[in-house]
């Protein structure tokens, strides 16, 4: 598909851009054709975004459509928000520090054409800067007092590209347009194109390479075109229709940001936002659990309040979570009053609150997986050797147990049917339920949006199948969207 470039006045458009169709902004808005069009995707670089302008009616209908804007409604919103451009500015600072810390004049403009500048050394901030907020022409202010700040940033129109700057931006267009077509490697043609985020040099990953390659494959049996994309593809990621993440998330971290644009542009979404949120801390599951009478370990939230109350309702050993902890790192064991304290005060240096939970040791845990509040596969992970946890972390190396796939049927009905209640609390996308069973107690120990799905590990009982089953809902889902509207 030839990508659309809308403007006001196509008879004043200064750029001759190979490999897209030039349009003006109320043929697209009024023609028919443009309605019809299925999988468009629309670059708007008209001279006003303002609302209800020509250039906000176009990256609004494109949505609605269901072609794929840039930029979209949310990033020309997020564009006039201060408070949101000072945030991209504090989470850029070591970024825009280095870059800039060579110029001598407090202040500075940065072009930014499809995220890049005519001056290589500024690439690195000028796609961070497009992945934060992606339209195809932007300038960036900075100035300096004691340090470089972010002032502004906004989308430009073509005649504000200096004469000089005009051989690169098409030269960068170009490329831009071409890419979307270098993405699929196959002939054929899919109906859907799914995202997977992965970094292979994530040491907890929550799937191994082979892994995505089998993901990558199931996604084609059912028609849908799988393309591993990395942090740097951020603001690329409107010009798909769904999003999987296979990598570590956190709030505080890019995973968040990729779920959150792709909710925002109307992708189907795994792990959503909501989950990530939901999931990736303690503090909350365990207020939910309360609340919801989900059995777990003896609970209390601490904060340097109430630390006497974990001896007094805990005792010792107990075990001690920072909120956002995952694969076992972040949680630590305490064995009495002076270590509670010196670990407790460590944790206080990062989070306001702690999670103080009974030591329930356990040869193993169990490891529900469940998609879409049904059960997908049941493993035991076994404590590492030596060790009341699953790693072993310890003079500079990790230890792990071992690991056991079991065939749905032969798992305990009463745990199966605890994780898919428990499961439900965070929402209705892909989890894994952690439980201790002990005699016929069982406990939810925590439930995590992005379970390990692992080559030859939790793929042991279904093969296969258990590829497709995720790959399926993302079809089911994509399917029940159709072509309805995409969210701008």
């Given at each position: 598909?030839?990508?659309?470039?809308?403007?006001?006045?196509?008879?004043?458009?200064?750029?001759?851009?190979?490999?897209?169709?030039?349009v003006s902004a109320r043929s697209y808005l009024t023609d028919p054709k443009f309605f019809e069009l299925r999988k468009a995707t629309v670059y708007n670089m008209c001279r006003y975004y303002g609302?209800?302008?020509?250039?906000?009616?176009?990256?609004?209908?494109?949505?609605?459509?269901?072609?794929?804007?840039?930029?979209?409604?949310?990033?020309?919103?997020?564009?006039?928000?201060?408070?949101?451009?000072?945030?991209?500015?504090?989470?850029?600072?070591?970024?825009?520090?280095?870059?800039?810390?060579?110029?001598?004049?407090?202040?500075?403009?940065?072009?930014?054409?499809?995220?890049?500048?005519?001056?290589?050394?500024?690439?690195?901030?000028?796609?961070?800067?497009?992945?934060?907020?992606?339209?195809?022409?932007?300038?960036?202010?900075?100035?300096?007092?004691?340090?470089?700040?972010?002032?502004?940033?906004?989308?430009?129109?073509?005649?504000?590209?200096?004469?000089?700057?005009?051989?690169?931006?098409?030269?960068?267009?170009?490329?831009?347009?071409?890419?979307?077509?270098?993405?699929?490697?196959?002939?054929?043609?899919?109906?859907?194109?799914?995202?997977i985020l992965f970094n292979p040099d994530d040491k907890d990953r929550p799937s191994d390479p082979t892994a995505i390659r089998r993901f990558v494959r199931a996604a084609r049996e059912l028609n849908?075109?799988?393309?591993?994309?990395?942090?740097?593809?951020?603001?690329?990621?409107?010009?798909?229709?769904?999003?999987?993440?296979?990598?570590?998330?956190?709030?505080?971290?890019?995973?968040?940001?990729?779920?959150?644009?792709?909710?925002?542009?109307?992708?189907?979404?795994?792990?959503?936002?909501?989950?990530?949120?939901?999931?990736?801390?303690?503090?909350?599951?365990?207020?939910?659990?309360?609340?919801?009478?989900?059995?777990?370990?003896?609970?209390?939230?601490?904060?340097?309040?109430?630390?006497?109350?974990?001896?007094?309702?805990?005792?010792?050993?107990?075990?001690?979570?920072?909120?956002?902890?995952?694969?076992?790192?972040?949680?630590?064991?305490?064995?009495?009053?002076?270590?509670?304290?010196?670990?407790?005060?460590?944790?206080?240096?990062?989070?306001?609150?702690?999670?103080?939970?009974?030591?329930?040791?356990?040869?193993?845990?169990?490891?529900?997986?469940?998609?879409?509040?049904?059960?997908?596969?049941?493993?035991?992970?076994?404590?590492?050797?030596?060790?009341?946890?699953?790693?072993?972390?310890?003079?500079?190396?990790?230890?792990?147990?071992?690991?056991?796939?079991?065939?749905?049927?032969?798992?305990?009905?009463?745990?199966?049917?605890?994780?898919?209640?428990?499961?439900?609390?965070?929402?209705?996308?892909?989890?894994?339920?952690?439980?201790?069973?002990?005699?016929?107690?069982?406990?939810?120990?925590?439930?995590?949006?992005?379970?390990?799905?692992?080559?030859?590990?939790?793929?042991?009982?279904?093969?296969?199948?258990?590829?497709?089953?995720?790959?399926?809902?993302?079809?089911?889902?994509?399917?029940?969207?159709?072509?309805?509207?995409?969210?701008?």
């Amino acid at each position: 598909m030839i990508p659309l470039v809308v403007v006001e006045n196509t008879a004043r458009w200064p750029l001759r851009l190979p490999g897209a169709e030039v349009v003006s902004a109320r043929s697209y808005l009024t023609d028919p054709k443009f309605f019809e069009l299925r999988k468009a995707t629309v670059y708007n670089m008209c001279r006003y975004y303002g609302y209800q302008r020509l250039g906000y009616y176009v990256s609004l209908l494109a949505a609605a459509r269901g072609h794929r804007p840039m930029p979209s409604v949310d990033t020309l919103q997020a564009l006039r928000l201060t408070p949101l451009v000072r945030t991209v500015s504090e989470d850029l600072e070591e970024l825009i520090q280095r870059s800039l810390a060579p110029l001598k004049s407090p202040k500075f403009e940065l072009s930014i054409y499809f995220g890049y500048n005519v001056a290589k050394r500024y690439d690195r901030l000028s796609r961070a800067l497009f992945n934060q907020f992606p339209a195809p022409f932007l300038r960036a202010q900075f100035v300096k007092k004691d340090s470089w700040d972010l002032r502004s940033i906004r989308p430009i129109s073509a005649a504000e590209i200096p004469d000089s700057h005009v051989e690169f931006v098409v030269q960068q267009a170009t490329q831009h347009f071409a890419r979307p077509r270098r993405r699929s490697r196959a002939r054929r043609s899919y109906q859907y194109d799914i995202a997977i985020l992965f970094n292979p040099d994530d040491k907890d990953r929550p799937s191994d390479p082979t892994a995505i390659r089998r993901f990558v494959r199931a996604a084609r049996e059912l028609n849908m075109e799988a393309t591993i994309i990395g942090p740097d593809d951020y603001g690329s990621i409107a010009e798909y229709d769904a999003l999987f993440i296979r990598e570590t998330t956190y709030v505080n971290h890019h995973t968040f940001r990729f779920s959150r644009r792709a909710e925002s542009a109307g992708l189907v979404v795994i792990d959503d936002p909501e989950s990530i949120i939901r999931c990736t801390n303690k503090v909350y599951q365990a207020e939910a659990f309360a609340r919801y009478d989900i059995p777990s370990p003896k609970t209390i939230v601490v904060h340097e309040g109430n630390v006497d109350d974990v001896e007094r309702i805990i005792g010792f050993p107990c075990v001690l979570k920072r909120p956002d902890s995952s694969f076992s790192a972040g949680v630590v064991r305490a064995d009495e009053r002076s270590e509670l304290h010196e670990k407790l005060a460590h944790f206080f240096e990062a989070s306001e609150l702690v999670v103080a939970q009974e030591y329930t040791p356990s040869d193993f845990d169990w490891r529900l997986g469940i998609l879409e509040g049904k059960p997908l596969y049941a493993a035991k992970y076994f404590m590492a050797p030596g060790h009341w946890q699953i790693v072993s972390r310890g003079g500079g190396r990790e230890r792990y147990g071992d690991w056991e796939t079991v065939p749905m049927e032969a798992a305990p009905p009463a745990v199966v049917r605890l994780a898919v209640r428990s499961a439900a609390l965070m929402g209705d996308g892909l989890y894994g339920v952690d439980i201790k069973q002990t005699g016929r107690r069982r406990l939810v120990m925590e439930v995590n949006d992005n379970p390990s799905i692992e080559s030859d590990c939790e793929d042991q009982a279904l093969g296969a199948e258990l590829y497709l089953a995720v790959m399926r809902t993302f079809r089911q889902r994509l399917d029940r969207r159709g072509t309805g509207p995409r969210r701008g």
